[in-house]
């Protein structure tokens, strides 16, 4: 069974960084693909990020794309979503999700095409 527990939200200022981590137990990254969902008070859990196969691939929604960078560390079995340039409306719940590396043809951007999830963790931007 895997497991994912993201940490590193807080409170910032707007145009300040911040990175969050979810590390991964049960599994090596290596054997998944990994990708970041956030959910905003009253919306839909909305797609923020993916990294997947040997190359490390990523791909990013256009309303983050140029300010964050999703990476992974498979030394430390955990991926890091850098946040640069945060704006009022990132504030949300950041959540870390996964599914089986072998599964190549599920679309990354839909949330309930992954298999395992994160606790979440707060991310407010003040203005």
């Known amino acids: 069974q895997v497991q994912l527990v993201e940490s590193g939200g807080g409170l910032v200022q707007a145009g300040d960084s911040l990175r969050l981590s979810c590390a991964a137990s049960?599994?090596?990254?290596?054997?998944?693909?990994m990708g970041w969902f956030r959910q905003a008070p009253g919306k839909e859990r909305a797609f923020v990020a993916h990294?997947?196969?040997?190359?490390?691939?990523?791909y990013y929604a256009d309303s983050v794309k140029g300010r964050f960078t999703i990476s992974r560390d498979n030394a430390k079995n955990t991926v890091y979503l850098h946040m640069n340039s945060l704006k009022p409306e990132d504030t949300a719940v950041y959540y870390c999700?996964?599914?089986?590396?072998?599964?190549?043809?599920?679309?990354?951007?839909?949330?309930?095409?992954?298999?395992?999830w994160g606790q979440g963790t707060q991310v407010t931007v003040s203005s």
């Open positions: 999700a996964g599914y089986l590396s072998y599964y190549t043809s599920k679309n990354y951007r839909a949330a309930d095409e992954y298999d395992y």
């Open positions: 049960g599994r090596t990254l290596n054997a998944l693909r």
């Open positions: 990294i997947a196969g040997a190359a490390a691939i990523t």
